[in-house]
C-alpha cells in the first residue's frame, strides 16, 4: 500500500489538491481511500458528499472518509484524560478548562495516524491519501512516532515502576493522586500501537509527503522550514503543489502586480525545493467543489502522471552528529562549488551562486554552531558544524 500525506498552510487548497489526487488516482485503477485527519472537516464539503468515520464509496475505486478523533482519542487515551481531569480539577481549576486540558495539543492528530496504520495492515486499499491539518500539527503529528515512542519507551517503564513504589506513601503525604493501572494500560497500548508505525511512515516507497503552497512569501516560508523538519524525520517529499496560480489570459491592469509577485515567487519555489517535483494549478473560476471540478483539477496537476508514483527518491537534507561536528549533507545536483558563497545569518543558512540564493532554515541542534568547512561529493554538498 502506498500513503500520501498532503500538508500545508492553512486555506492553501490541501483538501482540494487531496481529493484531486484521490480522483486521479482513482482513474488510474488503484483502489484508493482519501482521508481527512484534520477535526476541522472540509473533505465532505469538497466533493459535495456527506462522509463519515468509516469508508464511503464516492466512485469506482474511490473511497472517502473523515476521522472522528473524539472517537479515536477516547480508544487510547479515555484513563489517560480521567486522570488529567480528576487531577487538575482538584487543583481548584474549573471543569470546562479541566476537560481542555486532559487533551494534550497534537493528540487527535496522532490517533489518527495509528488509524492510518490500521488501513495499512488490513491491506484493503492500494493508496490511502491523507488530508492533513495545517502544517504546525502536522510536523507534531509526524515527528511523533519518533519521539514519543522513544519517551515511551525509555522514560515511561522507569515511571510506571516508581508510581508503583511511591504510591502507598506518596498519596497519604502529599495528598496527589497517581495514576492508576487504567492510566498504564492506555499508555501501554499506545507505545504497542505506535510499533512499526514509524518504519511505515519513514520507508520512502511507502509514504511521501506533499506540500501545498500559494504563491506567496509567507506561505513559501513556512514550506521551506516544514520541508528541513520532515527530512530531519526521515519522510520522503516527493512534491510541491503551487496552487491558485494566476493564469496568463488574466489581463486586469489590477492583477498585474500581483502577477509579477507570483512569478517572484515562483522562482524562488523553484529555488527552493529543487529537486523535489513541482506541481502546478491555476486558480480556477470558481471554487473547487464536485467531483468533475475535482477530476479538472488532477487533470491540470498530474496530467499524464499517475498519482501514486514516488516523484522523488533521495532525501535532500540530512544531519548527523560525527563527534563533536555536526554534519549536514545537502542535495544539490548540478552545483559548481568554485561559484557558492555559504554562510549562516541568523538562524537561515544562506547559499549564494550567480544563479540564484538558498536559504535552508536551520534545525535547532545547529543554531549557535559555527560553520566550519563544506565540500562537495557528488551531487552532495557537505556541510561541517562545530
Ligand atoms: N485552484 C483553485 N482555484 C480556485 N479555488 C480553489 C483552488 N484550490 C482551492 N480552492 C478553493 O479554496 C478554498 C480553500 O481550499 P481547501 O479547503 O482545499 O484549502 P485547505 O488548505 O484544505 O484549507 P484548510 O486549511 O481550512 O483545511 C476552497 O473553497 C476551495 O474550493
Ligand atoms: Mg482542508
Not at 492553512?10 to 489538491?17: M, Y
Not at 555559504?342 to 541542534?365: M, W
Amino acid at each position: 500500500m502506498r500513503i500520501i500525506i498532503i500538508t500545508g498552510k492553512g486555506g492553501v487548497g490541501k483538501t482540494s489538491i487531496a481529493a484531486a489526487t484521490a480522483v486521479k488516482a482513482a482513474q488510474f485503477a488503484h483502489k484508493t481511500l482519501v482521508m481527512s485527519t484534520d477535526s476541522a472537516h472540509s473533505l465532505g464539503d469538497s466533493f459535495d458528499l456527506q462522509l463519515g468515520s468509516e469508508p464511503v464509496e464516492i466512485s469506482d475505486n474511490l473511497f472517502g472518509l473523515e476521522v472522528d478523533t473524539r472517537k479515536e482519542l477516547s480508544r487510547y487515551w479515555s484513563n489517560i484524560q480521567a486522570f488529567i481531569r480528576k487531577t487538575v480539577q482538584a487543583r481548584g481549576i474549573d471543569s470546562v478548562l479541566a476537560e481542555e486540558l486532559s487533551v494534550l495539543p497534537g493528540m487527535e492528530e496522532l490517533f489518527s495516524l495509528l488509524l492510518l496504520k490500521e488501513y495499512y495492515q488490513t491491506k484493503a486499499y492500494d493508496l490511502v491519501i491523507v488530508d492533513c491539518a495545517p502544517t504546525a500539527s502536522t510536523i507534531r503529528q509526524l515527528s511523533f512516532p519518533e519521539v514519543g515512542s522513544w519517551y515511551l519507551q525509555k522514560i515511561f517503564p522507569i515511571q510506571r515502576a516508581v508510581v508503583g513504589m511511591a504510591r502507598p506513601f506518596a498519596e497519604k503525604i502529599y495528598e496527589v493522586n497517581l495514576p492508576d493501572e487504567g492510566v498504564f494500560d492506555n499508555i501501554r497500548n499506545l507505545i504497542l500501537s505506535l510499533e512499526g508505525m514509524k518504519e511505515i511512515l519513514v520507508n520512502p516507497a511507502i509514504t511521501t509527503v506533499r506540500f501545498v503552497l500559494n504563491l506567496e512569501k509567507m506561505v513559501i516560508k513556512e514550506i521551506q522550514r516544514a520541508n528541513m523538519y520532515m527530512n530531519l524525520f526521515g519522510y520522503n517529499v516527493d512534491g510541491v503543489f503551487v496552487n491558485k496560480i494566476f493564469s496568463e489570459a488574466l489581463t486586469d491592469p489590477y492583477l498585474d502586480r500581483w502577477k509579477k509577485i507570483q512569478s517572484d515567487n515562483m522562482l524562488l519555489v523553484e529555488s527552493s525545493f529543487s529537486p523535489i517535483p513541482i506541481f502546478k494549478a491555476p486558480l480556477f473560476e470558481q471554487e473547487v467543489v464536485g467531483i468533475e471540478l475535482l477530476e479538472k483539477l488532477g487533470e491540470v496537476i498530474y496530467d499524464e502522471k499517475d498519482p501514486a508514483n514516488v516523484f522523488n527518491h533521495t532525501p535532500p537534507i540530512q544531519l548527523h552528529m560525527e563527534g563533536q561536528n555536526c554534519i549536514l549533507k545537502w542535495r544539490l545536483p548540478n552545483l559548481k562549488k568554485s561559484e557558492i558563497d555559504l554562510f549562516t545569518k541568523g538562524d537561515e543558512l544562506i547559499l549564494q551562486t550567480p544563479l540564484y540564493q538558498r536559504n535552508l532554515p536551520l534545525p535547532r541542534a545547529l543554531l549557535g554552531k559555527t560553520l566550519k568547512e563544506a565540500h562537495q561529493n557528488g551531487e552532495h554538498l557537505i556541510i561541517t558544524f562545530t
